[in-house]
């Protein structure tokens, strides 16, 4: 209930940042795929620490290890174990947090939840967590390959990436270290985050992710409508605060007469500000969407704080942390909206008789 | 899985719009509070059709029946069965659509998914399902009766509520048609709504949410924080196009230095950018989001669309719709919201040993 | 959670016996299925009370009235909400019962767990409810129609019919009003039945059930094997105390090289100890198992018990109660077999890409 | 879904026998227990092969690994992650059976439900899987150790342990291999299985089990019912074939006359034939149920059988199997009834204001 996302295709797991492994379990994933390995590998590779000097400094090398479900390569439909070891943890980082609660932190919250917390790097909440995801969205990926699914950096703090999506080569996200296929724009997002790291602080931003060639038909009304999944597993994400989809908080300000997508003949239509979604169902047009990360909470700077006798205290960032969280956000916003797509794409293999 | 929400408290719902009833079973709800039946009817009649002059006239007096699970007016801890029947339903207002596909709605996409469709005003898809929601919700609010929730109108189309919800008086909400307590604000919105009908056209809006009195405590990561079950929530609702919470995309733009929420000695916060919400976990300070709805689909202008056989055609809405769905939905807004709340509450019972 | 049935076909029910009505949502059921609803009334009617000498003369008309989920007959895949309507309910029978614990019923625990409940008839856990899956499963028979399902009366007391199920003709069980195809075997059966009515006392009795026909691969391994949900489904059946399937508790008995069933070359069996599942997934041979039911509760005896205040108090069975509770079981039992094959046949096609 | 048992407290696990390791998550386990390691690996070792002379040879040392939820000895609220490695797998001895479909084992139904099998061993279908149910059990037992449950050998074959449960010892269950507490017939029993070892034959058992100190009011009708539950939970291990609770099979024969049990004035009753469970709640009492086991359908006989292609074959057993599974099932079987109590205990919490 806790741990668990995904209704068919359910992924369950586990892991504290500090702790011997993170892992989970992929349950429900049909049996006769093939796997690519090496595709698995290479979205953890896009999300793992050290990559860039954008990012956190931190060496992981985030490597997974499939422990059942897969036999000769091939999926059998038993229930996909797989692990991360935690190498490389400089726990010793973190001892200086011990009683001490870091602003806009779960530290707080999980102290007086749970009256004991994992205070090695956060525990649960460690963003390491995202991880897993990957691992199961790489996978998710493979099942519905007929599905493309593009995010990329569209914004840092102030800087906007303006052009629209079709305006996009997707296959330019990897070809800049902030993952934005707009080059213009990434230089100047590359700019900020690298002055905001000298001053010891971080920045927010927004990811945008683009579905193409989704089938119609995906979605379960009433509680499970496709965009209300979606938001969910973004919302599931550290440091996310807002998620909008097709015309989002724009479409507050419009008219009827003109956000209503046109049909033509053939079924698609006009206008998109739908967002490929209609009634909770996707319409077989582009499902785009928008999500906003909030600046990661640990800085380099001097911040007064409370331990948990409710003292004054002050605490400075230590450990080697990201910047701007965005620019690894980007396999993970994929791979949860690959896991989406797949679980209701089962799923709606039981609608009709 | 298709028709519920929720967790340990859930709720089940059935209906369409021209069907017999509507109706749904709560399930989970705790035996021994002594219900409060007109606060119920009273969230009822907040949201049905035809109580003012800038929502549709349509005339549904949405009565609600229990039909199980209350004994002697206290639940039991048996689930929770009830209807509101469908009256003065004016198929024929919808006889028309038979086989067109109305732009921005889901007929197209339901009938590609299901390969049928209850075609009589939406049939599932119908907003009316939002009554069922309001029933559960106010049961819900009644369970949790120490957290309070106000949601209110804070824009219609381009006509903003600019003050912080601290100044707001939420005693007045309810003080005038657009709910919105700030009355300044309130009578500029109820002009915009009543300029777009006269056009026979819609218009979008939002809607801000504050709970206060929240307990430390409430949510559970990783896959059920707090905010992502109030944004699925929240997307679930008919015409929802975005959810942001605390700072949200405001968030994005800022850096960690200004976005952080520095600890009072009693843990409450100086700031409150985090929404209440610090790792999923609620923290006891003030929840506040904000959800986005696109204008009514259905205009009172012709439009040229497709039928199912992909011909050429026109549609005019002929029956009573809204101009502007917000205001009545400001108390399902608030309804899933304690639904939201009385789960969580419910699952932190189990938490602890 | 507590009061659903089934995975992707869930069945979510309400209602107490001397409330306003009793119903339920059937969620999952595939759009486009016809639906057959005299076939649903027939179902209900081998279940309703009155309809022979041998169970209780209480009459209820039990009629399903379908409020959603099926338009111009046909199922649209929207969830199904029906209600059955509580007539003819003599509660005064109940009145004297108000504060007094009946032996063997569930007065007792749910007074203890609820703090408080529904005294009439025994509210929620009256076997009314399985009106409500007797609807249910008439439209899941409808639905997996392929598969034969016939249960019958094979034991009441110490009457047993000895004949194996091969050597029955099913079209005979509802030719006789105990529902034993075994003409013989039934008029003892019903004799048993008189004879025990006439001393004002009640009896158990078995039913076996066999389906047939049953495609192979139905079942989930690890926790969601076949026989595992059919036997939960079976002893959620009110007055069940056991389950046994293929050669059951006989086969606790026997050496591995009686029991073994040797394949033939088109892949089905010689024996079938193994009653059509091995490792929890069906194999295509026919799967039988059989039910214990103890005897009714309710006796037309007085009986010693005690009140909500522990003291001592007399009994007497006054209402129209069933002398043996097997009968009017037999279609129960078939309901809930059809109910977990169409929810694992909707599974399975979620298992395989 | 399918690899998941529970509803708050959920277990879900993965694994094949001569994979790399299985495991589970253990989600929902209440923050703030101190964890017994020693108590953990002792269920484990109960279970293990190779511990005595009656059951398989194999050795497995079977070593629990927690990776996650337990901080400094005490459980976090956090899942928690474990595994437990695989070592001194001998697949040579399963390679004979590579295309071979086993007979009473679940090759076939696999083979056609997923078009592929893992067939080292029985892959998942393997009884190793149920060393992850220990673990997981033996965290439970020691979340609810106010509740003693105790499993123990009531038969082999056609020896039986006559003695009501009341008038044994439970401390002497593991005083013999066979875990019977009755001296007299655990020899008869260890005779029994020595003979049919001899004859390279497998012989089948049934299992007591007896939980004493239930709190009343455990268990959620309608369909979450504390027997359906325990039931359920059985008939999931291996080779299982039956399951009764209370008078079972033997209450289908019985008047209510003799099979009501009379409250006594606290509440408690003079007899027992309920089995500690009135309307699926726990009302105080012993619950005890039985648990039958076929034999393994292993043996070290010839038999003919069939492989893929339907040709003709013959199979000897050649790993190192139990002749009788039933005294290395006894801890499996507390095992899980310790996980269903944990469950309902937690869920219990939910139930009354």
Redesign the interface.
């Known amino acids: 209930?806790?741990?668990?996302?995904g209704?068919?295709l359910?992924l369950?797991?586990?892991?504290?940042s500090h702790?011997?492994?993170?892992?989970?379990?992929i349950?429900?994933f049909?049996?006769?795929?093939k796997v690519d390995f090496d595709a698995v590998q290479q979205e953890l590779d896009r999300r793992k620490p050290g990559q860039s000097k954008i990012v956190t400094q931190r060496k992981e090398p985030d490597t997974v290890?499939?422990?059942?479900?897969i036999?000769e390569g091939?999926t059998?439909?038993?229930?996909?174990?797989f692990?991360i070891k935690n190498t490389n943890q400089k726990s010793k980082d973190y001892n200086h947090n011990t009683d001490v609660?870091r602003?806009?932190?779960?530290d707080?919250?999980?102290d007086?939840?749970?009256?004991?917390?994992?205070y090695r790097g956060g525990?649960?909440?460690s963003a390491r967590?995202t991880a897993n995801w990957v691992v199961a969205g790489a996978l998710a990926k493979q099942?519905i390959n007929h599905i493309n699914i593009n995010a990329f950096t569209s914004?840092v703090?102030?800087v906007f990436m303006m052009k629209p999506y079709q305006d996009l080569d997707f296959s330019k996200t990897e070809s800049n270290i902030v993952r934005c296929p707009d080059e213009t724009s990434a230089e100047k997002m590359i700019d900020k985050i690298q002055e905001?790291r000298k001053a010891g602080?971080?920045?927010?931003?927004?990811i945008t992710c683009v579905a193409q060639n989704v089938p119609?038909?995906l979605?379960?009304?009433?509680?499970?409508?496709l965009?209300?999944?979606l938001?969910?597993a973004m919302?599931?994400i550290n440091a996310v605060?807002?998620?909008?989809?097709?015309?989002?908080?724009c479409?507050?300000?419009?008219?009827?007469?003109e956000?209503?997508?046109?049909?033509?003949?053939?079924?698609t239509?006009q206008s998109n500000?739908?967002?490929g979604?209609?009634?909770?169902?996707?319409?077989g047009m582009d499902i785009y969407f928008r999500v906003?990360?909030?600046?990661?909470?640990?800085?380099m700077?001097n911040?007064?704080?409370?331990n948990s006798k409710?003292?004054?205290s002050e605490i400075h960032g230590k450990g080697r942390h990201d910047p701007c969280v965005v620019p690894r956000a980007v396999p993970i916003v994929e791979a949860l909206t690959a896991l989406v797509f797949a679980d209701f794409w089962?799923?709606?293999?039981?609608?009709?008789?």
């Not at 007086?112 to 994992?118: I, S």
């Open positions: 209930m806790f741990n668990s996302f209704n068919i359910k369950t797991t586990f892991g504290e702790g011997v492994a993170i892992g989970g379990v349950d429900g049909p049996a006769g795929m290890e499939f422990l059942s479900g036999f091939v059998t439909g038993a229930s996909i174990g692990t609660y602003p806009s932190h779960a707080y919250t999980y007086k939840k749970y009256g004991t917390r994992d525990g649960r909440t967590e099942l914004s703090g102030d905001i602080d971080t920045i927010g931003g927004t119609i038909g979605g379960e009304p009433i509680f499970h409508k965009h209300a999944e938001g969910k919302l599931s605060k807002g998620f909008e989809f097709g015309s989002g908080f479409g507050a300000k419009m008219q009827g007469s956000h209503n997508d046109i049909f033509n003949p053939d079924g239509t500000l739908s967002g979604i209609q009634g909770g169902v996707s319409n906003a990360f909030k600046p990661v909470a640990t800085i700077q911040q007064s704080t409370i409710g003292e004054a089962l799923m709606d293999k039981t609608r009709r008789i």
